[in-house]
């Protein structure tokens, strides 16, 4: 028995990283998997039904609200509910605030934030229907306490935090939970390219002494998508090895 067993999961921009990895996890705890990414991915859909659950993947601008109501009526229609929705879909522009351009901080903006407000958006009545859902924001912990450098993608994932804080508020009545989760430093292949001292230096921050993996941070997804968190709403766990107590 799976704890995610006969659910379905709906998560953005899973077709590799931090995505993937939750949908993986989520499919070997037993819930059905539709993903999205801006193509269709084949090589994801098939590994994640290996894992024995119905899976597939789905072509989708997250930032644009009439693709994202299209796609959640489409998974409604293929898999009958929409039990958990992970927002995780997202993207880096960064600059110091001086030399930000318009586009930049638009376009972080339009896919970091405005993604989630399309996808809770569309989901809510689903879940309102079913008198339960589990919603979980990809932060970070940028969002929480700011990053020079960083500003258009600190504050979109400082949205995140306070979207999930008010939809909790507003859904809970109807069963509806609402998290974010706040990634430190992780280990993905774009940590993993940045030269070795400036890996040092942020390995050097963090009281545990290594970086995280994305299994970390699938392991949190799967406690808050899970009935292990039935009483946890409008929450931010971070998953950074203590690096920002």
């Known amino acids: 028995m799976g704890l995610l067993d006969g659910r379905t999961a709906l998560i953005t921009g899973a077709a590799r990283g931090i995505g993937k990895a939750i949908a993986q996890r989520f499919a070997a705890e037993g819930a059905n998997i539709a993903f999205t990414d801006l193509e269709v991915n084949q090589e994801t859909e098939s590994e994640i039904a290996a894992l ?25 229609e293929e898999f009958g509910s929409i039990d958990i929705l992970v927002n995780n879909a997202g993207i880096t522009k960064d600059g110091l605030m001086l030399r930000m351009s318009e586009a930049q901080w638009d376009a972080v903006i339009a896919v970091n934030l405005k993604s989630a407000f399309n996808f809770i958006h569309a989901c809510i009545p689903v879940m309102m229907r079913q008198r339960s859902g589990s919603i979980i924001n990809m932060a970070s912990v940028v969002g929480v306490h700011g990053n020079a450098g960083q ?16 939809i909790g508020q507003e859904m809970g009545p109807r069963g509806i939970r609402a998290n974010a989760i706040a990634p430190g430093f992780i280990d993905t292949a774009m940590t993993q390219a940045l030269p070795d001292e400036i890996r040092k230096e942020w390995i050097d921050k963090i009281p545990l002494r290594r970086g995280g993996t994305v299994d970390d941070i699938a392991s949190c997804a799967v406690f808050l998508a899970s009935d292990m968190s039935s009483y946890i709403s409008g929450q931010v766990i971070q998953v950074d090895g203590g690096m920002n107590m």
């Open 52 to 76: 024995g659950v119905k899976a597939k993947s789905y072509a989708s601008n997250a930032a644009d609200f009439t693709q994202t109501e299209d796609v959640v009526k489409q998974v409604k």
């Open 151 to 166: 500003a258009n993608y600190a504050a979109s994932k400082a949205g995140l935090i306070a979207l999930a804080k008010s």
